[in-house]
């Protein structure tokens, strides 16, 4: 009898086991974003991102502390955080998506491989849809290291540029994402 009730416990247990070893997550990817203009260039490093990524159903998230970013110049983080990001209103960007062309069994054999990710982004409490390209690189050692580069329009997620800095400022940004994810 107390063998049947541990077989029956481990055999409860396998399935959370089996998606356990799918799944992938990072507490400290990298996000960098890059603004170029004749007048200036600005930019900006996040190295504490967060990510889960779930190889079986190809769901991924990430959230970045917007007080994270980090600037060559101080004035320019303080300016970011209190009057264009309104960090203490909108404390965190995050995606929630999903990524296709690629599957659990890749994740077994060294290799690059190029995928799409679709899904919503939210900066500033506004949220809009993102498509893009990526590049995920699985390492010999079973670590997946995850690259995308896309742009963001300010405006379109509610930020103002007020006019006399206006010039200073991309209308576009480059965002850049590279994530070093382990099993979890």
Do not use: C, W
């Not at 409860?12 to 996000?31: D, K, M, V, Y």
């Not at 209190?82 to 054999?109: D, I, L």
């Amino acid at each position: 009898m107390r063998t049947l009730i541990k077989l029956t416990f481990a055999l409860a247990l396998l399935p959370s086991t089996l998606s356990a070893q799918e799944r992938f997550a990072t507490r400290n990817g990298h996000i960098n974003f890059y603004s170029s203009t004749p007048v200036e260039n600005i930019e900006a490093d996040n190295n504490k991102v967060t990510s889960v990524f779930d190889v079986a159903s190809g769901a991924i998230e990430f959230a970045a502390l917007i007080k994270a970013f980090e600037f060559e110049k101080a004035l320019m983080q303080e300016h970011f955080n209190e009057n264009y990001m309104e960090s203490n209103t909108h404390p965190k960007a995050n995606f929630k998506g999903k990524v296709s062309g690629f599957s659990a069994e890749q994740t077994k054999k060294a290799g690059t491989y190029t995928v799409e990710v679709t899904g919503d982004l939210t900066i500033h409490g506004v949220t809009k849809p993102l498509t893009t390209k990526a590049t995920l690189v699985v390492n010999d050692d079973g670590t997946i290291k995850a690259n995308s580069d896309f742009t963001v329009r300010p405006e379109d997620h509610g930020i103002t540029i007020p006019g006399v800095v206006r010039k200073n400022i991309a209308e576009q940004i480059k965002v850049t994402v590279d994530l070093a994810y382990a099993r979890m």
